[in-house]
């Protein structure tokens, strides 16, 4: 006599078979996922990386910051005036001196060119003597938020200017669960003058 499988064993046999399968196409579709996800961070956290280190540099070495020439006190020209979305800036006294929290950086770089980073449509912008704004970051991240904290640019305070850079991005992707995902980033750079004469715009 010929032996074989019975009904019951074979589908027995396929129902295992079956819940195996789905079980590692499961986890295949989330270690996938997962590799996606982490990809879109690392690429976004590079991309906005390399742009904070270039306003960092800029930062370090530039002056009046926060002020028109010709103007020893604080102005407005922490907000770019002609773009609407911007808010004004705030400010916080403390025993040290006022502390201002600002979502766009106005100074002049070591070359004296007027320099005004802010954030735009999720993209951190930078505009150069009034010119027209230009993204720094590129098309693989979306920035969320960004404000600068201000401490020691008036002038005649004797304190080096100290910028707090507050950040959050995250990856652009058309992926819900990828998007969703924010890195908060926070960096402080303190300018290497610490006061400078805003008529002559020299330290």
């Known amino acids: 006599m010929k032996k074989g499988f019975t009904l019951i064993e074979m589908l027995v046999t396929v129902g295992l078979f079956t819940i195996i399968i789905t079980i590692a196409v499961g986890g295949f579709t989330n270690a996938i996922r997962t590799q996606r996800q982490v990809s ?10 390399l742009a904070m280190e270039q ?4 930062i370090r070495t530039g002056y009046l910051f926060c002020h ?6 604080y102005s407005a020209a922490c907000n ?3 773009n609407p979305w911007e808010q004004t800036c705030s400010v916080q006294s403390t025993d040290a001196g006022p502390v201002w929290t600002c979502p766009a950086l106005d100074f002049y770089d070591a070359q004296g060119n007027n320099i005004k980073y802010s954030w735009d449509a999720g993209a951190l912008t930078e505009s150069i003597n009034g010119g027209t704004a230009q993204s ?5 991240v979306s920035v969320k938020y960004l404000q600068f904290r201000l401490f020691g640019q ?3 305070d ?5 910028i707090t850079l507050y950040l959050g991005i995250s990856p652009s992707s058309t992926d819900p669960g990828i ?7 926070e960096t402080t750079v303190s300018a290497r003058t610490i006061d400078c004469d805003p008529t002559t715009q020299k330290c």
Do not use: F, K, Y
Request: no cysteine; net charge negative; glycine share 6%.
């Open 40 to 49: 879109s961070l690392i690429s976004a956290q590079s991309n906005v990386s």
């Open 55 to 58: 306003m960092m540099r800029a």
């Open 68 to 73: 028109d020439p010709g103007s020893s006190t």
């Open 80 to 82: 770019d005036q002609l």
């Open 136 to 140: 720094i970051t590129g098309d693989t």
């Open 154 to 156: 008036t002038e005649g």
């Open 158 to 162: 004797n304190w080096p200017p100290r």
């Open 179 to 185: 998007a969703s995902d924010t890195i908060d980033l």
